[in-house]
């Protein structure tokens, strides 16, 4: 079994390209979902989620993704604008939010 650590995910959301990078390295405390607009590195999206509530998600799903990417420009992240950096230190509520584990 290949276990993951880092994975960049290619994604178009409402015709603007993002890049997903899901962090599932096995001796970091949490598992990091960063989002990243595909046009420059300087803004990004840090969403971090607990080992156990992975266990019921898949990040690495597209759909799931372009949740993750909707949710944080309806709470006000811009990825059109530099240095524009969102953290969501706890994202386990978002699984059941935005249902992710379906």
């Known amino acids: 079994m290949k276990l993951f650590t880092k994975e960049t995910k290619k994604i178009i ?35 971090s989620f607990t080992w156990a509530a992975t266990w019921h998600i898949n990040l690495h799903k597209p759909n799931v993704c372009a949740k ?19 953290i969501v230190e706890q994202g386990d509520f978002l699984i059941k939010e935005l249902d992710l584990d379906v």
């Open 13 to 47: 959301v409402d015709g603007c390209a993002f890049h997903c990078l899901i962090d599932q390295t096995p001796n970091h405390e949490f598992v990091t979902f960063k989002i990243y607009p595909s046009r420059t590195k300087t803004s990004h999206v840090l969403i």
């Open 68 to 86: 993750l990417v909707k949710y944080t420009i309806e709470k006000g992240w811009d990825p059109t604008k530099e240095k524009k950096v969102m």
